[in-house]
């Protein structure tokens, strides 16, 4: 995606869930031993396309709360702390992963804008994340329990964003056939519109913190939260999973 001026912005925003979203802050209980990092890129929707909105900050709240709910250590990120350097400084310890900004297939390669408190974002990429998670000499995948990408594409059966924290694109059946491991990924097909991410992800997140499994949890969401019909979500990983972090272990499949 090509920088571009106010008016680009704009459309950017009312199409996707754009690029940025400020304001660090840590979250999570001190004695949790799982660590969860949660970026929102607001930048892009208040000062590149001057839209007032609370949207991401609504998502990455929601997302804290459902990572605490599942006794992850979260810690959010937003602007100036929600920077390319920042993601990958924790991303190789991430159990949980939840990023809320712009996604696509650039030229080098399926990633998201960071904010950084700037209408001028750099990219993280799946191959980036990927390096840092590889369990060398091997050539496995050291595996993350839950990732959510909030934004648009990187749900596309294309994509090589899941691969990058070890969860196979593939998934298991509600009696248990095709079980994947403790490993949920959440995404976007194409383009998706912010106000449906809330409503989506309100939603999915509810049935999780009333004892729904993570699969559960997307089918009830998605047949009962009131989305506009332009947004698709997708999920890959072990339906009946409930998200409670346990040690990484390698995926071997998912390059």
Known sequence: MRQAGAFRW?????????????????????????????????????????????????????????????????????????????????????????????????????????????????IVTANQIMSLRTLAPSTAVKSANVVIASTCHLGESASTFPGAFGIEKARSTSDGTNYQGPRFFLGYVGTAWTSDMLTFETWFWKYVKTGHGLGESFGLALRNAPMSGLTVPNWWGTYTYSGVPIPSTPCTRCR
């Open 10 to 122: 704009r459309r950017l925003v009312l199409l996707c869930l754009t690029a940025n979203l400020a304001l660090g802050m840590s979250a999570g209980p001190a004695s949790a031993a799982y660590q969860a990092s949660v970026y929102d890129n607001k930048t892009a929707f208040t000062t590149c396309a001057g839209i007032n909105t609370t949207i991401p900050q609504q998502l990455r709240a929601l997302a804290v709360d459902g990572f605490r709910y599942m006794l992850y250590a979260p810690s959010a990120f937003e602007a100036t702390t929600f920077t390319a350097a920042t993601v990958l400084s924790r991303v190789a310890n991430d159990q949980g992963f939840y990023v809320h900004s712009h996604g696509d297939h650039y030229t080098t390669g399926w990633g998201f804008r960071e904010d950084r408190g700037s209408c001028t974002q750099g």
